[in-house]
C-alpha cells in the first residue's frame, strides 16, 4: 500500500499514538482543577501551547486550542465579524480558500455582509494590486490562505501582510493548515492577526488545532461555557489530544529538513512522469513541493483514483471533505481551468512517512493506468 494523500490527513507517528495512551492512562485530570494531578494534566497542556506559539514566533498567551483546522476558521471568521460589524461590513478572502473558510464567508453574505472574492491567475496566484484595490474604510476582515490544500500553491503571506499593516482597522487571517510545521511562519514579522493550524496534517491525531490570536484582540467566541482558553473557547481542554500534537509537533521539526528536501526530489520525478503521459495538464506546478495536481481531461477523478487504488495507489481528487461530491473543482475553476479539466483533478501528498518506494510505485502506476484509461474510453 502506497499512502500518498497527507493533504487530506497524515498517519500518526507511533510516538504520537505511545504518548496519547499513555496520557489517557496515567494524566486524566482535568486542567482546570486544583489539585496536584489537575495542575500535572495542565502542565503538558502548556508545554504544547508554548511548543505551538514557539514555532509561530508568538507567545503561549495568544494559541487558543480548538477542535481543529475547521473550528479555528469559524472561530476566527465569525469571531471578528459579530464582534466588529459596526466598524464595517465588508470583508474579503480569495476564490480558492478551503471550504471552512469559504462556506464562512458564504454564510456572512446571507447574513448581510458585502464579500469579495479575490480572483488567482492561471497558476494559482492572487494580485496584491487587485487585493490593494478592494480595500475599503468598511474592509474589517481579509482572510487568506497560505498552502493550497489542492494545488500545493501559496500566497505571499509576508507581503500582503506588509500591505495590510497600512489598515489598521482590519484584522488579517490566515489558514496555515497546509503550511504550519513545515513552512516557516513568523506572525509578527507577517503581520498576521488570527492564523489556523489542525494537528492532523502533520501526523498528529484528528479533532485538535489551534488558532492564534494577537495579544488584545478581542474576538466574539463561538462557544460558551466554563471560559476554558480565556474565554474564546469554552470546554473541558482535551488534554490528550493535545498531547498528541505536541508530539507531532516535536518530531516534524525535527524531520523537516530532511523531509522538504526529499519531497523536492519526488515532486520533480512525479512532474517529469506525469508531463510524459500524452493529454495530462499540470495545475499550480509553483507550489510546496510536497502537494502536486495535475488533470486527466476524459477521465473524472473518481475514477482514476478508484483505479490507481485497485493499483495500491491511494490519492485524491480534491479537498478531502467535497471529494466525494461529483462537481468540478472550485480551486481548479478559480485557476481558469475548462470543466472537463476541472472535474478530472488528480493530487498527490507526500507526508514525514513517505519514502521513494511509496513515489516510484506511483510514477509506475500512473504510466499505466493513464494510457489504458484513454484506450478504453477512445474504444
Ligand atoms: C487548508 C485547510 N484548511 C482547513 C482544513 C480543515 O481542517 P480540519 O480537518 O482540522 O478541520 C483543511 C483540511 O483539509 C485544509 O486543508
Not at 23 to 38: K, V
Request: aromatic share 8%; with cysteine.
Amino acid at each position: 500500500m502506497h499512502y500518498l494523500d497527507n493533504s487530506a490527513t497524515t498517519k500518526p507517528f507511533p510516538e504520537v499514538i505511545q504518548s496519547m495512551a499513555w496520557t489517557m492512562e496515567h494524566n486524566y485530570a482535568n486542567p482546570a482543577s486544583l489539585h496536584r494531578l489537575g495542575f500535572k494534566a495542565e502542565k503538558v497542556v502548556e508545554d504544547t501551547r508554548k511548543m505551538v506559539a514557539d514555532e509561530l514566533h508568538a507567545s503561549p498567551s495568544e494559541v487558543i486550542f480548538t477542535s481543529g483546522g475547521t473550528e479555528a476558521n469559524n472561530l476566527a471568521i465569525y469571531g471578528v465579524a459579530r464582534a466588529y460589524q459596526n466598524r464595517g461590513k465588508h470583508i474579503v478572502t480569495t476564490a480558492v480558500e478551503h471550504d471552512s473558510v469559504y462556506e464562512v464567508f458564504r454564510s456572512l453574505e446571507k447574513e448581510g455582509f458585502s464579500v469579495t472574492y479575490l480572483s488567482v491567475d492561471e497558476s494559482g496566484f492572487l494580485s496584491l494590486d487587485e487585493l490593494k484595490s478592494v480595500l475599503t474604510n468598511e474592509t474589517i476582515l481579509v482572510s487568506i490562505m497560505h498552502v493550497n490544500n489542492e494545488t500545493g500553491v501559496f500566497q505571499p503571506i509576508s507581503e500582503i501582510g506588509k500591505l495590510l499593516v497600512n489598515y489598521p482597522k482590519l484584522f488579517f487571517h490566515v489558514d496555515a493548515v497546509q503550511s504550519f510545521s513545515k513552512l516557516t511562519i513568523d506572525v509578527h514579522a507577517m503581520s498576521i492577526d488570527l492564523l489556523s493550524i489542525s494537528a492532523h496534517k502533520f501526523h498528529g491525531p484528528k479533532g485538535i488545532g489551534a488558532l492564534f490570536l494577537r495579544k488584545n484582540k478581542q474576538i466574539m467566541p463561538l462557544v460558551l461555557g466554563g471560559g476554558q482558553e480565556q474565554g474564546f473557547r469554552s470546554g473541558t481542554v482535551a488534554v490528550p489530544l493535545i498531547t498528541g500534537m505536541g508530539k507531532a509537533l516535536e518530531l516534524t521539526k525535527q524531520k523537516r529538513v530532511l523531509f522538504i528536501k526529499d519531497a523536492e526530489h519526488w515532486k520533480k520525478d512525479l512532474l517529469a512522469t506525469i508531463l510524459m503521459i500524452d493529454g495530462t495538464i499540470l495545475n499550480g506546478t509553483d507550489g510546496v513541493p510536497y502537494i502536486l495536481n495535475f488533470s486527466v481531461p476524459g477521465i473524472k477523478s473518481e475514477v482514476l483514483v478508484r483505479t490507481l487504488e485497485d493499483e495500491g495507489i491511494f490519492v485524491s481528487s480534491k479537498s478531502a471533505c467535497s471529494s466525494k461530491k461529483e462537481t468540478p473543482s472550485r480551486v481548479l475553476l478559480a485557476m481558469g481551468r475548462k470543466k472537463t479539466e476541472a472535474i478530472s483533478g488528480i493530487r498527490i501528498s507526500m507526508g514525514m512517512l513517505t519514502t521513494s518506494t511509496d513515489v516510484m510505485a506511483c510514477g509506475q502506476a500512473l504510466r499505466n493506468v493513464i494510457p489504458t484509461l484513454q484506450h478504453w474510453i477512445k474504444v
